[in-house]
Structure formats: C-alpha cells, structure tokens
C-alpha cells in the first residue's frame, strides 16, 4: 500500500472516530434538539373533543386573585357542567391542586360536585436527590419521591387521582412526559393526561395502547397543537356565569386549569420555540398522543453511532481520494438525504439524531474543501517556485491566475522574443584570473543580466557559462515582447559597462558583452523526463538568437530585420546588410545594430 493511501486510512479512521466521540459526548445535544423540533414537532388538527377552560385573567377580576380562591369557585364550575345529565362532559381534568383539608363547607361542597360527574383531581411528588448507605457501598438516586401531594381524602375517593408533575429537558424545553410516577413501594400513580384519555377511550368502547417509556416512565410528545389552539377563550367566569352552552362540553374531556400570565404555569415546548406554552394546554397535547396512539420511539444511540462512523470513515476516505468536485456533491446528497430519512423515520414512529449524520457531512464537505485547498496551495507553491527561477514574479503571478494548464505538458508553439547574452573574452580571463576571483565576477555579471531581465518581464531560460538566454512571449503573450527584449539587450549592454568600470577599479578587469535578439515562432515548455525537467524554449529561432550574439562584439546589440520592423521608428538602428554570416543561414540574411530605443 502507497504512504499516501496509508495516511488516508489513518485521517479517515481519526477523523471517523472523532466524529463519533464529539456526538456521543453530548456537545451537540442543543443543536441536535433544535433541529430535531424544527424538524419533527409540526402542528396538526386539534382534537374537538378536548376543550379548555381557562382559569385566566377574566375569571380573576370577577372571583380575586386565583391563589386566593376557596373551593367554591372550581366547585361552582363543576355544578355548572354537571346540571344537565343529558349534557355532561365526559371527563373533567382539573389542573390544580387540593391536597389538605381546609375544614370548610367549601371542601365538602367540592367532593360533592366532583361525585356527579367523571373527574381527574391532581397529585404531585417531589423528587430530589438521595443517597442510601448499605453494605455494598453509597447509591444514589437522582430522581428519589421525597414527597407527595395526593387530593384530600374526601376528594380522594370520588375521583380519579392523576400526577401533573412537569418534566423539563436539560435545555429546558418540554419534550416528554411523565406516564406514571412512584411516591412510594408498590404505588403507581399515572399521569392526569393519561388518566383522562383512558376515561375518556373506556366511555367510547376503546383500548389505549400504553406509550413505550424508559426507566423512569419518560415519553417523548409529538405535538399537535401550538399555544392557544385548544383554548377557546372560554373563561371559567363565563361558565359559572351561564355563559357557555353546554353542546361546547357534552362528551368530551373538559380541562380546567390556569391561563394567565404570574400563575407560574407556562413552559417552552419544541413546537414553538419562541413562546410558551400554559400547562393545561400541555396536558391537552399529551391526552391527543394518547388517544391517537402517536407514539414515537427514540432510536437507542449505539446503532445510530456506529452508522455515524461508518458513514464518515468511508466519506473521509473518498474527501482524500477522489475529486473535490464528486466529494462535496456526495456530501451534500448524504446530508439532504440523512434529513429526508430521519423525517421518514419519525413518521413510521422513530426518532433519530438528525445532526449527527448531517453535521458530520458538513463537516466532511469542510473538510473535502480544506483538503482542496491544500492540495490547491501545494500545487501552486510548487509551480511558483519552479516559475520563479526563470519567470519575472508578476508573470508568475499572471501564469497562475490564468491556471497552471497553461504550462502544457511537452511545450507549445508560439512567437517568442529570444534574447543571448555573452561575455567577450572570458576564457582569456578565466586563464589570467585564480577561479574565486572568476565566480566573483561571474555571480556579479550573472545577477546584472538576470535582474535586467525580471525588471523587463522576461523569462529567464537558463545560465550557460557566460551566457544568458531568456524570451519573451511565454508562457503567456506579451504584446511588446520584442520592444522588452530589446530594452532589456541595451539595459544589459549598459550594465555591464558599468561594471566594467567598477570591475577596472578593483582588480583591473574589462567586462564587454555581446547580445543577440530575434524574433519568431519557437516551442516553450517543460523538456526533459518527468523527473528532471527544465521550462525552455526550442527552435531555429532560438538558434538564430544565439547566431547573433556569438558574433556581436563587446558593448553590441545584433538583432534580426524581423525585430527591426517591429521596433519601426521606436529603434535606432543600423544595417550590417549581409556583411555578417551566421552559420546555418542563407545568404542575405541581415542583421542590424540597435543602437537606441524610445520610451514606449
């Protein structure tokens, strides 16, 4: 197996099981939930049969502070609903609580209205944590009975007791119910929702299913309603006063309880995460899941952790190995289909995370543009600093910019500007000269012509010994090739004069440079073999470049008719006409002094 396909099984493998140690630690559980209500929790048709009536702001202007009522009030209620046999409710659920005596008629006035009719009375426990010292050591319960509120005795034995104990989730929205509760060994106490939907089914000739729970007696509740859609505006004042028909609550479930703001009965749920919900309307929600059979099961986490590792190791894995372009649409399919899937799921009654898989694919689609980029920025690096030994930096640059397809494998054809530029009489000088002092000179005379040629926008082909060769054209055009080329032969003539003179000073050494410039087609690309290549330009106009230069004296630029007439009035020249023979050229080829150019 190739390094590189090892190191891609590692990352993968890394990656794979980091992914699933972030999910299973829980740091996503917000996100998670926030997706999963926007997700599942969709409002539906509301039950008729299930109706409010409010203890809310109305009933308090006329009967006081709702903490302040005795039990006449609930009681005068349940008269009312009661006054007509023929149009009794089937079952009335009062969310409150009555758990002591208050040695009144008031009590007594209470239990005798709650006889005549089916009515669900409320009980709460009180749960804290505890710890219980035995001889295999400390447990701890965090979710102990340590108390218990049940309706007064009285109350008690003609009604149906049912818990209202609220259950938040760690995020604090109310997700779940409670089916049942234990105040203590042996007693089970179900839920006032569950109570009433089983009244309720019994009175219709109907069996309820029991809610699948955990340990603790938790279900999860798909919401059918958002706030205040089962509440009516009925107020509890309009019923005591006489003001609701009775065909509003004939055969069906009546709840009674608060629905006004500072009775501290309101809680987030996830199908409006924006506004809140008042406890009796919570209590309507969780009675239609009952009664429906709406069930949803929460998928254990194990399977769904092992397809998130999978899924990402094998994702991971195609991110290093294939395209940017098929990893990223992979990603993206399986991130819309991971939310598709989860939503078909729910509706077959299973709860999935839906992040999970999802966040891993928009992490594997950063992560596949990341791995893009680098390889990306690899490349570049990696033609940048080959272009750049031979190429002026903002044509590299431009070079980049236009791609690195440009280049062509195996060079193409176009006209380039081919400069040469060589040293007159550097073998005699070699010989008169120790070798230090002849690279001194040489790394001198070298940088001079090389960075007359970046300053100009050249390409600089190659050293060979004395000699320089560089063109313009390539790799991208250049419209004033042969004007930049010519520049370039006068500014390097200057140059080394200019040398000369310091060189003189120093060790008493003359510097004269002969230069050559032509113009044509030529083929400029990589040469070589894959592994040692060099970016150069081939051709007969190259060699005639060089023809030139060879026989160019010190301080001379030869250059062809061809850059002449494209030069025109910009060039101060003068014709050798055929006086100068170029080895391999017919006759009649000219050749020409540059002697000045105009600025462009």
Same mark, same amino acid.
């Given at each position: 197996?190739?390094? /590189? ?24 559980? *917000?996100?998670?939930? =926030? ?8 409002? *539906? ?5 299930? &109706? ?19 039990? /006449? ?25 009555? *758990? ?40 701890? %319960?965090?979710? !102990? ?40 060994? $042996? ?9 009433? !939907? ?36 009925? /107020? ?19 709840? @009674? ?75 993206? @399919? ?33 992560? %596949? ?26 044509? &590299? ?13 195996? *060079? ?5 500007? &081919? ?31 090389? /960075? ?27 419209? $004033? ?25 120093? @060790? ?17 690309? $990589? ?7 060099? =970016? ?22 030869? @250059? ?41």
């Amino acid at each position: 197996m190739k390094r /590189s396909a090892k190191l891609s099984l590692l990352f993968s493998l890394i990656g794979a099981i980091l992914i699933t140690f972030i999910a299973q630690s829980n740091i996503l559980y *917000g996100p998670d939930q =926030y997706i999963q209500d926007m997700l599942y929790q969709k409002p *539906g048709v509301a039950s008729a049969d299930i &109706v409010i009536i409010g203890i809310d702001n109305k009933a308090q202007q006329e009967f006081g502070n709702y903490f302040n009522w005795d039990r /006449s009030v609930v009681a005068s209620a349940l008269e009312v609903l009661a006054s007509d046999p023929n149009k009794l409710p089937a079952v009335v659920a009062i969310d409150a609580l009555y *758990g002591g005596r208050t040695e009144d008629i008031y009590d007594n006035q209470l239990v005798d209205a709650a006889s005549k009719l089916d009515v669900i009375t409320a009980s709460s426990v009180e749960f804290d944590v505890v710890q219980t010292f035995g001889e295999d050591g400390v447990t701890i %319960s965090r979710y !102990a009975a340590v108390g218990y509120t049940p309706p007064f005795e009285l109350l008690r034995k003609v009604t149906t007791e049912g818990h209202i104990n609220e259950l938040l989730d760690t995020d604090g929205v109310m997700r779940h119910a409670l089916l049942y509760v234990k105040p203590r060994q $042996n007693v089970t106490v179900y839920s006032m929702a569950y109570q009433a !939907a089983r009244k309720y089914a019994q009175k219709h000739g109907q069996q309820l299913e029991l809610p699948e729970t955990n340990s603790r007696g938790h279900f999860y509740i798909p919401y059918t309603a958002t706030p205040h859609t089962y509440y009516d505006d009925v /107020s509890l004042a309009d019923l005591i006063n006489g003001d609701v028909n009775p065909d509003y609550y004939a055969g069906k479930i009546v709840l @009674i309880g608060p629905y006004a703001e500072g009775l501290a009965d309101q809680w987030p749920v996830p199908i409006s995460r924006g506004k809140q919900m008042y406890g009796v309307e919570i209590q309507a929600n969780v009675i239609q899941c009952i009664l429906d059979g709406n069930y949803k099961l929460e998928t254990p986490d194990r399977p769904q952790l092992i397809l998130l590792f999978l899924a990402s190791f094998f994702v991971l894995l195609m991110v290093f190995q294939i395209p940017f372009l098929y990893s990223s649409i992979i990603c993206v @399919i399986l991130a819309i289909t991971h939310i598709f899937v989860c939503a078909a799921f729910y509706n077959l009654g299973y709860i999935w995370h839906p992040l999970w898989l999802t966040g891993a694919m928009v992490l594997m689609l950063v992560t %596949s543009i990341v791995v893009h980029y680098l390889s990306v920025a690899k490349q570049r690096k990696k033609v940048t600093s080959t272009l750049e030994r031979y190429v002026a930096p903002n044509i &590299v640059k431009e070079l980049l910019r236009e791609g690195t397809e440009s280049l062509g494998l195996g *060079g193409k054809l176009c006209d380039i500007a &081919v400069l040469f530029v060589d040293v007159r009489g550097f073998t005699t000088m070699s010989e008169n000269k120790d070798p230090r002092t002849i690279v001194s000179i040489l790394n001198r005379y070298l940088a001079m012509t090389s /960075s007359c040629i970046e300053q100009n926008e050249g390409t600089l082909d190659k050293f060979i010994g004395d000699a320089t060769m560089a063109f313009w054209g390539a790799p991208l055009p250049q419209e $004033n090739a042969i004007y930049l080329a010519s520049k370039t032969a006068l500014e390097i003539v200057e140059g080394a004069e200019k040398l000369s003179k310091e060189l003189k000073e120093e @060790i008493g050494v003359d510097l004269r440079v002969g230069v050559g410039v032509h113009f044509g087609p030529a083929v400029v690309g $990589n040469m070589g073999s894959e592994k040692h290549m060099d =970016y150069t330009a081939v051709g007969d106009t190259v060699n005639t470049a060089s023809r030139l230069e060879s026989n160019a004296p010190g301080s001379t630029v030869y @250059i062809s008719r061809v850059v002449a007439e494209k030069l025109g009035e910009k060039a101060e020249v003068e014709s050798l006409g055929a006086k100068v023979k170029l080895k391999g050229k017919a006759e009649g080829f000219e050749v020409l002094i540059l002697k000045s150019l105009k600025d462009e």
